[in-house]
């Protein structure tokens, strides 16, 4: 069956950087886009960034756009988030999930178990 296992969280400064991983198995990870998620504190989901299936399609949102960068490696099976100039509000646990197509934009069938993200202030 599909697992998803997210690693790289943890507690940073404002201003920091971490790199986030998701390791993938029991599909055909090059077959599928990816995206991650993440739920602060209190509040709903939201859908952060998404890379199609061959690296080549990305997606961000706006609240994310030009500090963090996704990128995958389908030799490896494993999906990426790099998050810099963190702050405050990046505060939430954060979910890689796969979507259940090729393409940005569509919907998730599977997501991992999340890694906190703690950033202080």
């Known amino acids: 069956q599909v697992q998803l296992v997210e690693s790289g969280g943890g507690l940073v400064q404002t201003g920091g950087s971490l790199r986030l991983s998701c390791a993938a198995s029991?599909?055909?990870?090059?077959?599928?886009?990816m995206s991650w998620v993440r739920q602060a504190p209190g509040k709903g989901l939201e859908r952060l960034s998404d890379?199609?299936?061959?690296?080549?399609?990305?997606d961000y949102a706006g609240s994310v756009k030009g500090r963090f960068t996704i990128s995958r490696d389908n030799a490896k099976n494993t999906l990426y988030l790099q998050m810099n100039s963190l702050k405050p509000e990046d505060t939430a646990v954060y979910y890689c999930?796969?979507?259940?197509?090729?393409?940005?934009?569509?919907?998730?069938?599977?997501w991992g178990q999340g890694t906190q993200v703690t950033v202080s202030s």
């Open positions: 999930a796969k979507l259940a197509g090729t393409s940005v934009g569509t919907f998730f069938d599977s």
């Open positions: 029991g599909f055909t990870f090059s077959r599928y886009a």
């Open positions: 890379i199609n299936s061959g690296g080549d399609s990305i």
